[in-house]
C-alpha cells in the first residue's frame, strides 16, 4: 500500500507526488500517520520550561479598562505622540502609551435602533451581535484616524478627527474593509493612505475577500473563487517597502497571511494549510480580463514543521514581521498550532524575507487538473509560462516594454494568474524547524524586537501571548532558545486578541476582552542576586556590581557597559564571590518538641532544583522529611535529633555554558525549645501564628497584600509555580541592601547572601525542576488515579466473578441467589448447547475448574486460564457460570447476566476458538 505521509506531503520541496491510492485509502493512511504522531509529539515531543513565572498580582502592570465596556481587541500606537489607540465595543479611547491608566480621550460609538432591529431580525443576537465592534483602527495622517465598526452586521468606517477626537458623522460603507461578524477573523493595514483588508465581503461572512480600498479609486479585490481563497482565517497582513531596491523599480508589496482550506491536498476532512499571500501596491486591476481584481495576487505554502517528529503545524495565529533596513535581514515570525489542537502544542517558525520573495519571484505554479472523471486535483504546472511573469509586480524592466501598469499587462498573462494563484514552492521555516516549540499552550498572539546585548551580539527576543493571558518571552540566539520568563498579564484566564510592542516605551500592550494591559519587556529589577540575573539569561538584563542590582542596559549610560555583567551563556561564575552566609548568621528557629516546622526556601527558577542539607549532608525523602510548595523543608514532630543546621541550595544547570552553579538560599538553625503540655495543639498555633505573623508584617510594610491567594487552576498556567510557603518568608531578616527595588510582596523578602558550595557529593535528592515537576503532576495523579479505578474495577469484577462462580462462602452465595433466582424460566435455544457442554464439570472441584475448566477447544480453555490466572477477569465467560448453577435455571442469556456478561461479544473475542464458547 501506498504510504502517504501527510507530514511528508506538507513539507515536500519540489516534487507534488499523487498518491496512487485511492483517496480513502491515502485518508486513513493519514490519519494513521497522524494518530501515531500525535501520541509521540505529546510523549516525546520537544517543549520549553520557562525559566521564572511573575504572577499578576506580584507585578505592578498598568490597567485600563472602563466599566460596561468590553472586547478592548483593536489597538494602535501612535508612532510620533505619546497616545494608544483602542478600538473596543462601541467605544475608541486614547490612551497614554506611557501609561495606558491615563485616559485622554473617548468617543462612543453606538449603533441607532433601525439598523439593530434589522441586525436581530435577521437573527442576530441583539446582546452581543447586534453592536458596533471597532475593529479597524488606522493613521490616515497625523490628523485622522480611519474607524471601521461592523455596526449590527451592517459595516460602517468613519474618520475620527484626533484634534477634537470625534467622529465626522458621515460614515461610508464598510463592506470589504471590516468584517460584519465580530468574531469572524479579519486584518487590516493601512498603506500611504490606502486601506487593506482581509475579510469576508457579505452578511454570512462565506464571501472572503483580499481587498483595497482607495478614497480615489474603487475597490480593487480578489476573485471570487475557491482556488483564490478557500475558508480563509486571516490573521496578519503587511507591508514590505522595497526602498532598497528602487533601482529595479519594484512595487512595494503587501503580504497577507491566513489559514486556509487546502486545495492541493485530499484529505478525509478539511485539511487546514497556513499561507502568505502577496499583492503589490501599484496593481490597478486588468484591462479587460481581471478588471477591479488584483493581477498580482499570488500566495504560497507556509510550512512549520517538526521534521524528525513528521508532526506538522499547520495553523496559524499571528504573524509578526521584523523589519531591518536591509531586507535581507527581515524576519517573519509566526505562531502556529496544530489542527488537532488537543495535542496542546505551540510552536514559533521563523522564516526569511528573501525566502518568502523568492518563492513568489521564482516559485512554479500548481494548476487545479481532471483526473479520472470529474474529480480534480492541483499538481504543478509543467507547461509553458507567459512571458510578462503572471503575478509579478511592475518594475523597470517591464516599464521598458511600455508595461507602466497593471491596466497594460497582456490578457495572456492576466488569464494565467486568474486561474494560478497558488505556487508549488513552498516557504521553509529557518533552520527548517520551528524556533520553539512550547505545551500546553496555545499562543494567540506575537510581537518581537531585537536587541544587542552587551557581547555585542543581536538576539531576537519573542514574546508569544496566550489564551490563557499569559505571556511567555524567549531569546533566540544561533537556532538555540531558551525561554526566559512567563509573565502573567491578565487577571482572568482569558485569550490576548492583540499584542504590541514599542521599543520607544520599552512596553508591551495586551488587548483582551476585558481590558488592556501594560507590561515592561523586562523586570530586571525582580532578580535579587547577580547569578540570579544572569542565569536568565535575558539580553535587556545585566548585573551592576556597584549598585548591586539587576539593571536593564538600556538604563545605563553605554560608557559604563564594560561594568556590568552579563553573559548570555548563563556563565553565572562571572558573577563577584561574595562573602557567604555564616553559620552564625543563620536564622534561629526555636521549635516546641512534637510540633512540625516549615523551613521556607524560595526559588525564582523553574529550572533549578532545591536540595536541602542538614548538618552538611543532603537529606532525602527517605530521612523523613517533606519538601512543600516545590523547595520549602517541613520538618514533622521534631524532636532533639533534628535540631541543628539546615540549608537549602538550588542547583542550576546553565545548558548554554554546561555548568552546574549552586547557591546557597537560605540558611536555619534549628533548637529544640519548652516542651508543652498539649503537642497536639501546639502544632496549630505555630502554624496559625507563623502566618499571621507573616500578614501583619506585609501590612506594616505596606505591601499591597490583598490577594495573595494562589493562582487557582483556573487561572494558573499549566507551568506555573506557586510557591506556597511564600508568606512564612517574613519571618526572615529584613532586606540588607536598601538600594534594591522594593521586592513585591512575595518575592524573597531575605536576600540570600552568595556562598559558593563545594560540589554537591551527597546523595543528590530526587527533586525535580518544579516546573517539570508541575508539568508531570498532572499527567502522573490522573494516571494514578486511572490506574487506582482499573484496579478497583479489576478487583470488583473478580469479586463478582468469583462469587457468581461460588468459589466465595455463605454471604456471597445468597446474594447470588436472590439476584439469579428470578430469572429461572427466561431460557434461551442457543444457550442450552452450552450448558449441556459444560455440565460434566464437577461441582466441587473448583480447583480444577479454573486450571482446565471446560473440554473446548484448548486455545481457549488457555485465553481463559490466562485471563484467570492473572486475577484480572474482566469479562465473565457464559458457560462457566452454568456448570453449578442449574439451579438457578439458564443464566446464559446475555440480559440476564447480572456481570455484564455478553454472549454474543464473548463470540467475538474467542473468534479463534474451535467452537462458540457459548
Ligand atoms: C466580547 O467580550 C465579551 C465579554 O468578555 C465576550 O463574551 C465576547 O465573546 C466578546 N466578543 C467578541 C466578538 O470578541
Ligand atoms: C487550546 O485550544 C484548543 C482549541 O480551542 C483547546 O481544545 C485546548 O484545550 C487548548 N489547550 C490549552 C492548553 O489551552
Ligand atoms: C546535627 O548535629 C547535632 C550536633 O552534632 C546533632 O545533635 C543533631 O542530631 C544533628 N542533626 C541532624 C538532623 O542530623
Ligand atoms: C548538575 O546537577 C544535576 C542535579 O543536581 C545533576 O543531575 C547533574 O549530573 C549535574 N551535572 C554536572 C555536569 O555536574
Not at 504522531?37 to 517543549?47: A, F, K, Q, W, Y
Not at 517538526?306 to 496559524?316: D, G, I
Not at 523586570?523 to 551592576?544: I, Q
Not at 517533606?626 to 546553565?654: K, P
Request: charged letters at 20%.
Amino acid at each position: 500500500m501506498y504510504q502517504y505521509s501527510l507530514a511528508d506531503a506538507m513539507t515536500d520541496k519540489g516534487n507534488f507526488t499523487v498518491p496512487k491510492t485511492s483517496e480513502s485509502n491515502m485518508g486513513f493512511g493519514v490519519l494513521g500517520v497522524f494518530l501515531g504522531l500525535l501520541l509521540e509529539v505529546s510523549t516525546h515531543g520537544p517543549h520549553t520550561v520557562p525559566r521564572t513565572s511573575w504572577r499578576h498580582q506580584d507585578l505592578d502592570l498598568m490597567e485600563f479598562s472602563e466599566p460596561g465596556i468590553f472586547n478592548y481587541s483593536t489597538l494602535l500606537l501612535s508612532e510620533k505622540s505619546d497616545a494608544l489607540y483602542v478600538g473596543a465595543r462601541e467605544a475608541i479611547f486614547q490612551l497614554s502609551k506611557k501609561n495606558v491608566t491615563v485616559r485622554n480621550n473617548k468617543v462612543q460609538w453606538k449603533v441607532a435602533e433601525t439598523p439593530v432591529s434589522m441586525c436581530t431580525l435577521k437573527g442576530k443576537s441583539k446582546e452581543k451581535d447586534c453592536l458596533n465592534y471597532i475593529r479597524v483602527l488606522q493613521a490616515v495622517n497625523d490628523e485622522r484616524l480611519y474607524v471601521c465598526g461592523t455596526h449590527a452586521f451592517q459595516p460602517l468606517c468613519d474618520y475620527l478627527n484626533l484634534t477634537d477626537f470625534s467622529l465626522t458623522g458621515r460614515p461610508e460603507d464598510g463592506r470589504g474593509k471590516c468584517s460584519f461578524d465580530p468574531s469572524q477573523s479579519f486584518t487590516t493595514v493601512m498603506v500611504d493612505g490606502e486601506l487593506y483588508s482581509g475579510t469576508s465581503y457579505n452578511f454570512l461572512g462565506s464571501e472572503p475577500i483580499i481587498s483595497r480600498y482607495s478614497p480615489s479609486h474603487s475597490l480593487l479585490r480578489t476573485e471570487y473563487s475557491t482556488s483564490w481563497l478557500n475558508e480563509p482565517s486571516f490573521v496578519y497582513a503587511d507591508v514590505i517597502k522595497e526602498g532598497h531596491n528602487a533601482a529595479s523599480g519594484e512595487d512595494d508589496k503587501i503580504y497577507f497571511f491566513f489559514t486556509e482550506v487546502s486545495v492541493e491536498y485530499e484529505f478525509f476532512g478539511k485539511l487546514l494549510i497556513p499561507r502568505v499571500a502577496r499583492v503589490c501596491k501599484g496593481d490597478l486591476g486588468g484591462q479587460r480580463t481581471l478588471q477591479k481584481k488584483w493581477t498580482s495576487f499570488l500566495k504560497a505554502k507556509l510550512v512549520c514543521s517538526m521534521p524528525e517528529l513528521n508532526f506538522v503545524f499547520n495553523v496559524v495565529h499571528d504573524i509578526f514581521i521584523l523589519k531591518e533596513s536591509d531586507s535581507k535581514d527581515t524576519v517573519i515570525y509566526g505562531v502556529f498550532t496544530s489542527q488537532w489542537g488537543n495535542v496542546g502544542l505551540s510552536a514559533v517558525c521563523a522564516y526569511k524575507m528573501t525566502d518568502v520573495e523568492d518563492a513568489f519571484s521564482r516559485g512554479k505554479y500548481m494548476q487545479k487538473a481532471t483526473v479520472e472523471h470529474a474529480h480534480t486535483k492541483w499538481v504543478r504546472y509543467n507547461g509553458i509560462i507567459p512571458t510578462q511573469r503572471p503575478g509579478a509586480c511592475i518594475n523597470n524592466e517591464m516599464r521598458h516594454q511600455n508595461i507602466n501598469s497593471s491596466l497594460n499587462l497582456p490578457d495572456k498573462t492576466l488569464q494565467f494568474v486568474k486561474d494560478h494563484p497558488l505556487l508549488e514552492d513552498p516557504v521553509l521555516p529557518i533552520g527548517n524547524r520551528p524556533r520553539l516549540i512550547t505545551r500546553d499552550v496555545n499562543y494567540t498572539q506575537i510581537a518581537v524586537e531585537r536587541v544587542r546585548a552587551l557581547d555585542g551580539n543581536v538576539y531576537d527576543v519573542v514574546f508569544t501571548a496566550t489564551d490563557k493571558g499569559i505571556l511567555h518571552k524567549s531569546v533566540v540566539s544561533e537556532g538555540n532558545v531558551h525561554l526566559v520568563e512567563e509573565v502573567q498579564l491578565l487577571k482572568t484566564s482569558e485569550s490576548i486578541k492583540t499584542l504590541l510592542l514599542s521599543s520607544e516605551t520599552r512596553s508591551l500592550y495586551a488587548g483582551s476582552d476585558s481590558g488592556v494591559v501594560q507590561s515592561p519587556t523586562a523586570f530586571c529589577g525582580r532578580y535579587l542576586s547577580c547569578e540570579d540575573c544572569v542565569l536568565a539569561r535575558d539580553p535587556y538584563c545585566a548585573w551592576s556590581h556597584r549598585n548591586a542590582t539587576c539593571v536593564n542596559t538600556l538604563d545605563v549610560p553605554r560608557p559604563q557597559h564594560g561594568t556590568l555583567i552579563q553573559s548570555m551563556n548563563g556563565d553565572a561564575d562571572k558573577c563577584p564571590r561574595v562573602p557567604g552566609l555564616a553559620v552564625k548568621d543563620y536564622q534561629q528557629v526555636t521549635v516546641k518538641p512534637g510540633s512540625s516546622v516549615e523551613l521556607p526556601c524560595l526559588v525564582q527558577s523553574n529550572l533549578a532544583q532545591v536540595m536541602w542539607k542538614s548538618n552538611g549532608s543532603f537529606l532525602t525523602e527517605a530521612s523523613g522529611f517533606h519538601l512543600i510548595g516545590d523547595s520549602s523543608l517541613l520538618i514533622y514532630s521534631v524532636a532533639s535529633v533534628d535540631q541543628g543546621n539546615y540549608e537549602c541550595w538550588s542547583v542550576e544547570w546553565a545548558p548554554a555554558a554546561k555548568k552546574n552553579f549552586s547557591r546557597l538560599l537560605a540558611g536555619y538553625a534549628v533548637s529544640l525549645g519548652l516542651p508543652t503540655r498539649a503537642p497536639d495543639q501546639v502544632v496549630q498555633v505555630t502554624a496559625t501564628l507563623g502566618r499571621e505573623d507573616a500578614a501583619s508584617t506585609h501590612a506594616a510594610e505596606g505591601n499591597d497584600n490583598t490577594d495573595r491567594a494562589p493562582l487557582t487552576p483556573a487561572i494558573a498556567p499549566p507551568s506555573y509555580t506557586a510557591p506556597a510557603s511564600v508568606s512564612i518568608l517574613l519571618t526572615s531578616p529584613p532586606q540588607t541592601d536598601p538600594s534594591l527595588t522594593p521586592p513585591p510582596s512575595s518575592t524573597i523578602r531575605f536576600h540570600p547572601k552568595q556562598h559558593h558550595p563545594p560540589s554537591p557529593n551527597g546523595p543528590i535528592s530526587e527533586t525535580k525542576a518544579p516546573a517539570a515537576e508541575y508539568l508531570q503532576h498532572n499527567n502522573s495523579s490522573i494516571a494514578l488515579l486511572f490506574l487506582f479505578l482499573l484496579f478497583f474495577l479489576l478487583f470488583l469484577s473478580a469479586l463478582a466473578y468469583n462469587c457468581y462462580m461460588q468459589y466465595l462462602p455463605a454471604p456471597c452465595m445468597r446474594m447470588r441467589a436472590a439476584l439469579l433466582g428470578s430469572h429461572k424460566s427466561a431460557s434461551q435455544p442457543e444457550y442450552r448447547a452450552c450448558e449441556a457442554g459444560l455440565m460434566e464439570a464437577p461441582a466441587a472441584d473448583k480447583i480444577i475448574m479454573t486450571e482446565a475448566p471446560t473440554q473446548n477447544g484448548s486455545q481457549t480453555s488457555q485465553n481463559l486460564r490466562a485471563l484467570r490466572d492473572t486475577g484480572y477477569e474482566t469479562e465473565p465467560e457464559c458457560g462457566n457460570g452454568r456448570v453449578t448453577s442449574h439451579n438457578y435455571g439458564d443464566n446464559c442469556a446475555p440480559q440476564e447476566k447480572p456481570f455484564d456478561v455478553d454472549c454474543d461479544s464473548q463470540s467475538i473475542q474467542f473468534a479463534d476458538a474451535d467452537e462458540p464458547y457459548c
